[in-house]
């Protein structure tokens, strides 16, 4: 039913636009079920207010399970593999970024062309000369940025029920620790990393030790994994 909301939206409509009406005319029970799909599958991949996600593409991306393909070296070699023939350099901030007609200079040094590619958040601490057009600034500013923390944890065994496709998916109330990748097969030991987005970080995440984060997934994962048994799935 959402799909077909988003689909038919206006293009300028955000998701609290076309969300706000549709929940406010379902039933309790089918009230819970929107928000639980709404927070597993929009919020946990988004990390922001509905406010700021388009109506019309937030739902395009296809989304994770069956078919995904893992790393078991890890993403250094893909790293590895793009830098070879490089020159790089590490700990080395970048401070100011000039450029014209005759090329560009970064931080005193000439280069053909440059390729910024840091976070916005981090994108006032750089001076750029002569500074970005407007039109780029106007883009910059409708822009957010999700919030989404990854936890992981590695145990002395697999206590927990495996899944074929490695996702451990549970609905907590309110919204917390929604989804777990069960790493195992891929790194040859007990483990799980559990993602968290949006207000669900502020809330069970900020402010909080390490440690005080690590109890807490756990003890998600052990309802979880004791809802499985229970029901038998």
Known sequence: ????????????????????????????????????????????????????????????????????????????????????????????????IEWSTAGVVVDGEKADCCICTIPLWLLPTLVLVPGLPRTHRAALENISVGLVEKVLLRFDERWWPANDNGYLRWYDEPAGWGEWLDLTDGVGVPMVAALIAGDAVRRRHHGRSDQQVAIDVAGALRRWAGERVRSGR
């Open 1 to 96: 039913m959402i799909e077909s909301l988003t689909a038919t939206a206006p293009v300028t409509a955000s998701l609290a636009d076309v969300l706000s009406a549709h929940l406010a005319s379902l039933t309790p029970r089918d009230l819970l079920a929107a928000r639980q799909a709404i927070d597993l599958d929009i919020d946990l991949e988004n990390g922001v207010t509905h406010d700021r996600l388009s109506a019309r593409f937030v739902l395009e991306e296809p989304g994770v399970g069956l078919g995904d393909r893992w790393l078991p070296g890890g993403y250094g070699q893909l790293l590895q593999h793009l830098a070879a023939g490089l020159r790089i350099r590490l700990s080395t901030p970048v401070r100011c």
